[in-house]
């Protein structure tokens, strides 16, 4: 099955666009070292919660938009192969940001369940 590294992360949005350049230079560099999938998403209809919320997890301010996002590898053995490489590629470049990287939240996931293994 595959695994899949999952991303939240906070984005001034005045900085949107150079999330969007910055993001489109990782991609080519992930999909150039194995990954199988990259997907960048905008929060569209995420409201603030009164507990628990994407917004209320990443700590976003009036002036920034949740960015969710995904990297989809054939197994985690590849994945953790992929990210050595990516980590040591000089054109990731990670200083210069366009957003607080000490609030995105990450982590890695073993696929529970896919609709291509379900529906047929």
């Known amino acids: 099955m595959p695994y899949v590294d999952g991303f939240v992360l906070a984005v001034p949005k005045d900085k949107v666009e150079a ?14 070292h194995g990954a199988l999938d990259y997907v960048e998403c905008i929060a569209d209809d995420v409201p603030y919660g009164e507990l628990t919320s994407f917004p209320r997890a990443v700590m976003a301010k009036e002036d920034e938009v ?4 995904w990297i989809v590898y054939r197994d985690r053995e590849t994945r953790d ?5 990516v980590m040591a590629d000089p054109r990731l470049k990670m200083e210069g940001m366009p957003f607080d990287g000490k ?18």
């Open 66 to 69: 949740v960015v969710f996002s």
């Open 19 to 32: 999330y969007k350049t910055l993001a489109t230079s990782a991609c080519a560099i992930w999909m150039e």
């Open 81 to 85: 192969a992929v990210n050595k490489k």
């Open 103 to 120: 609030r995105m939240i990450y982590g890695g996931f073993t696929t529970l369940l896919r609709a291509s293994d379900v529906v047929s």
